[in-house]
């Protein structure tokens, strides 16, 4: 019996992507579970494992063309085994009742008036894959949970990461969360404005429609390059981010001399261990601290419901750059890490991001994010906030400069210093410009003073 594979809804509002690698042939025999196709979606690369045991008898997929959400990539022959097992798993046949009346709807049951809500005892699904991304589909064989046995609260009936977790802790079916009302602290995160067919903004949404292009071709030769993958998410987040938040910056110098001498004495040790000493991963310590004394930068303003939520977890973005584009893996609960912890989670999350091995799950979740172009030679920049952050930290490089110190015996001395320029860019409708100062001069004072900043962090 041949059977469709649909690129299923992975959740997050990716509703397309690139197709890296097809892993399967026509007349290979795959199990469930089994990679048949990589596919890359919003910044990740992630294996798309077979819903169906049986052979492949046709490929659909080509490397480097886009798929869309529901696309039927690869069609599956099960055989006559395949199909046995299937209707062994098929729950016994209920005898049929009643015939319903004009008052019934195809979808109630026959006595069931409209106004009341079906049963929500759970059943395990027995037919068809179960939507879930890799990474959660790993989680639950860890787990030992059954992904056919969990409610879905994604988007599509996608089975998230949460989802299992809630099963297998409570032993029961995780509670499909209430939409009038998303949870402060949850995955949601807010969506981009609805879109009509064609990706143009849908009627009221505020935007203006960029005018048609001219004819380049009249004045010489041109090449068109495919908007993909990593750029084309790229794209749209800074179109949407700077669209959305009105962005106010503030610069500042810092001294990093001290830092730098204590970063210098313990990085071979650091090293050792299989972490990398960074000025990043101090960076990363003074902001979690900076951020508990003042939640407003760890926050999200939900304009539809006219509140702003404060997230009382500290999962920082750290900007990574790649040679396909910028991505920003997520490290979590920053504020809980040691300096030692963060030198390895840090260096061993930039080299997967790197080889394109992060997961969904890995780029999601921010509340802050920082980013650093030191390594390249950059100085004072303006970044663009991570929508729907509030806040951005940007770090350029240090280098030693003439300082004007106080002198012993009064005046000032002038000796080299290494200084590092700081740039904070703010979400104005949450945070004003004195709101960013006081923000800046405790992230300041951390860096410039290594033991007021282990005397700080929590």
Not at 212 to 220: I, N, R, S, T
Not at 225 to 250: C, D, E, G, N, Y
Not at 436 to 441: I, P
Request: hydrophobic share 35%; charged share 25%; proline share 8%.
């Amino acid at each position: 019996m041949p059977l469709e594979f649909k690129l299923p809804d992975l959740g997050e509002g990716i509703h397309e992507g690139e197709v890296l690698k097809v892993l399967v042939s026509v007349g290979d025999t795959v199990t469930e579970g089994d990679a048949i196709l990589e596919i890359e979606t919003d910044k990740a690369t992630v294996e798309i494992p077979s819903p169906f045991t049986g052979a492949v008898k046709e490929v659909r997929a080509r490397e480097g063309e886009t798929a869309r959400v529901g696309d039927v990539l690869i069609i599956f022959e099960t055989g006559d085994a395949a199909e046995k097992g299937t209707e062994e798993e098929k729950p016994a046949e209920i005898a049929p009742g009643p015939p319903s009346t004009p008052d019934e709807s195809p979808g109630e049951t026959p006595g069931q008036r409209r106004d009341e809500a079906p049963s929500e005892t759970p059943t395990a699904r027995t037919q068809g894959p179960v939507p879930a991304s890799p990474a959660t589909r790993r989680l639950a064989r860890e787990l030992g949970v059954d992904l056919r046995r969990v409610t879905p609260t994604g988007p599509g009936g996608l089975v998230t990461a949460d989802d299992v977790r809630a099963y297998g802790e409570k032993g029961g079916v995780a509670e499909k969360p209430s939409s009038s009302k998303a949870p402060i602290g949850g995955s949601q995160e807010q969506a981009p404005a609805p879109e009509a067919e064609g990706g143009t903004p849908a009627a009221g949404a505020p935007y203006i429609t960029a005018p048609a292009l001219p004819d380049f071709e009249k004045w010489g030769p041109v090449e068109r390059i495919p908007l993909r993958s990593i750029r084309k998410a790229t794209a749209r987040q800074m179109a949407l981010a700077w669209s959305q938040i009105p962005h106010v910056q503030s610069q500042d110098l810092v001294d990093v001399t001290r830092l730098e001498e204590f970063r210098s004495k313990h990085k071979e040790e650091v090293g050792k261990k299989g972490g990398k000493l960074s000025l990043t991963v101090f960076a990363l310590k003074a902001a979690a601290t900076a951020l508990k004394t003042y939640p407003n930068f760890n926050a999200t303003l939900d304009t539809a419901k006219g509140e702003i939520i404060l997230k009382h977890y500290f999962h920082m973005g750290v900007a990574v750059n790649t040679e396909e584009g910028l991505i920003v893996p997520v490290i979590k609960d920053v504020d809980r890490k040691s300096i030692l912890e963060l030198s390895v989670e840090l260096k061993e999350l930039v080299e997967r991001t790197r080889a394109r091995k992060v997961n969904l799950e890995e780029l999601q979740g921010g509340t802050f994010t920082i980013t650093n172009v030191g390594s390249m030679g950059g100085g004072f920049f303006s970044p663009i906030i991570n929508y729907p952050e509030v806040a951005i930290m940007g770090m350029g490089g240090a280098r030693m400069q003439p300082v004007a110190v106080p002198a012993e015996g009064g005046g000032h001395d002038i000796v080299p210093r290494l200084v590092m320029p700081l740039v904070l860019c703010i979400d104005h409708r949450v945070l004003d410009g004195s709101h960013a100062m006081v923000f800046m001069r405790a992230v300041k004072e951390a860096l410039e003073d290594p033991e007021k900043l282990f005397l700080t962090m929590t």
